[in-house]
């Protein structure tokens, strides 16, 4: 006799969940190819964080991991799955309280006139500019050639520059190490 739609689906996943069960990575593949979905659209669901959603969905794929060789009806691993699910994130809420997410239009956007702002960057640049001064020629050329016209063709920046193509791409090199150096140590210093 054969089996019915319904029927054969459950055999085939409790054949699935046999299978992945002694670590078949193919079966454990299909597994989560058919359910992630389920648990994912569920955390979704509730009021929570993007990345609180990934976590959950995350940690209750693993308890299906581990528990999957103690499922009782495999053939409800659909059943189980939305079960676990929808407790983990109960729980996270219970835990964490529910969130509240403005919407960006709401929140007051960063005003980088300030004078606190304008003073942090002025002090970035002083900073840059000191260590530019303190680069050697043909490096210092180089790097102020890059800084002050960036995007440059390397032709057209090795003439301002007063080097060579090939010289123009080792002073880059050299140029980068020692200003990386020095900001780094300005930065020690402070």
Not at 3 to 24: H, I, M
Not at 79 to 99: F, P
Request: proline share 6%; with cysteine; net charge positive.
């Amino acid at each position: 006799m054969p089996l019915s739609g319904q029927t054969y689906k459950a055999a085939c996943v409790k054949e699935l969940v046999r299978r992945a069960a002694d670590n078949d990575e193919a079966a454990w593949n299909a597994l989560l190819d058919r359910y992630s979905g389920l648990v994912w659209k569920i955390t979704r669901s509730y009021p929570l964080l993007f990345h609180d959603a990934q976590d959950i969905t995350q940690t209750v794929l693993c308890n299906l991991a581990e528990y999957l060789t103690r499922l009782r009806t495999p053939e409800r691993i659909g059943a189980w799955l939305a079960t676990v699910t929808h407790n983990e994130c109960r729980r996270h809420l219970r835990i964490h309280g529910k969130v509240q997410i403005f919407p960006a239009e709401d929140l007051d956007s960063p005003d980088h006139r300030t004078p606190e702002s304008l003073s942090l960057v002025a002090e970035d640049v002083a900073r840059v500019r000191s260590a530019l001064n303190q680069l050697d020629s043909p490096e210092r050329e180089v790097a102020h050639v890059d800084v002050y016209r960036p995007g440059l063709p390397p032709t057209e920046a090795a003439r301002l520059a007063g080097v060579t193509v090939p010289e123009l791409h080792r002073a880059r090199r050299r140029a980068r190490r020692r200003l990386f150096r020095l900001l780094r140590q300005g930065e020690e210093d402070c």
